[in-house]
């Protein structure tokens, strides 16, 4: 099946630089975001615009949608000139926003009810690897449609793993997620303690990064704390959305995270502080 028609929804931080790859491997690549200014630069590299979910939907063989929250996944899908209003038989819809393993489960059963084919697939490399094409997919739904989507997933990522049935992709996303928050605090208090104890920085890292304790957040944003580097890689606001639904569904498998709720619990300080908008990396502001 040719598949060189894409529609994509949702041209952040991330999803900006996911199109650009695809455009330039050649995919026709219709857009939709709700702020239609923060589309214009694909537009002006050949991208198409379309005004509505819906619009972005028709006549496309792959519909991509990389939003926000669960609500709005819920709206793109199914709101008023939602994709599953007119997505055509055999159509493949891939979510990449982090989401609720529940919410990828019942999007799976409504496009299959119509003959579409739906694949959640949450992505992990933040900006970093949306840009440079070396995203990490975990993917759940039917392994042949996994399998028919892969040469499109290799465009924009390299660590491509099905990982299961609909809602197994969001369910490692949360694993993934749960080791970056908890992490996180580690990597801060590891910056905080080196910086009072009056080390060089730089040579630090360049040890530790090096060592059992090296990690991608010890490599990739521990020298954006020590540059007061903030800018988003990863928001904030979208961290916290990700630990709420780990803590809910570990809540319904009855399960206890005290280290994620604790992640959490600073997370939220620094949302009230003002810093939502501000990338993970802002949890250093904890610490001074």
């Not at 982090?98 to 003959?115: D, N, R, V």
Request: glycine share 12%; charged share 20%; hydrophobic share 40%.
């Amino acid at each position: 099946m040719d598949m060189k028609k894409i529609g994509f929804i949702g041209t952040g931080v991330m999803g900006a630089s996911v199109v650009k790859h695809l455009l330039h491997a050649g995919y026709e690549v219709t857009v939709y975001t709700r702020t239609k200014s923060k589309a214009e630069a694909l537009v002006s590299l050949g991208a198409k615009w379309a005004e509505t979910p819906a619009k972005a939907t028709e006549g496309q063989h792959v519909v991509f949608t990389m939003v926000g929250y669960p609500k709005d996944v819920e709206e793109v899908y199914n709101g008023t000139d939602g994709i599953l209003s007119v997505a055509k038989q055999g159509t493949i819809v891939v979510d990449m926003t982090t989401s609720e393993p529940t919410l990828a489960k019942k999007l799976y059963e409504q496009a299959k009810a119509i003959g579409v084919h739906s694949l959640d697939a949450p992505v992990s490399g933040g900006d970093i690897g949306a840009q440079n094409g070396t995203l990490s997919l975990m993917v759940g739904g039917d392994e042949a449609v996994f399998e028919q989507m892969k040469p499109i997933f290799e465009t924009f990522g390299q660590n491509i793993v099905y990982q299961g049935a609909a809602g197994a992709g969001q369910h490692t996303k949360m694993c993934n997620q749960i080791s970056i928050a908890s992490g996180m605090i580690g990597v801060c208090e590891s910056m905080a303690y080196g910086l009072k104890a009056g080390l060089s920085m730089d040579e630090v890292l360049r040890s530790i990064t090096a060592g059992a304790a090296g990690s991608w957040s010890l490599s990739n944003l521990a020298p954006r704390m020590l540059k007061g580097d903030l800018d988003p890689g990863f928001y904030i606001k979208h961290i916290i959305k990700d630990m709420k639904i780990a803590l809910d569904e570990a809540e319904r498998m009855n399960l206890q995270l005290p280290g994620l709720a604790l992640a959490k619990s600073m997370y939220d300080q620094l949302l009230e502080e003002g810093y939502g908008d501000n990338g993970t990396q802002a949890l250093i502001k904890f610490y001074k």
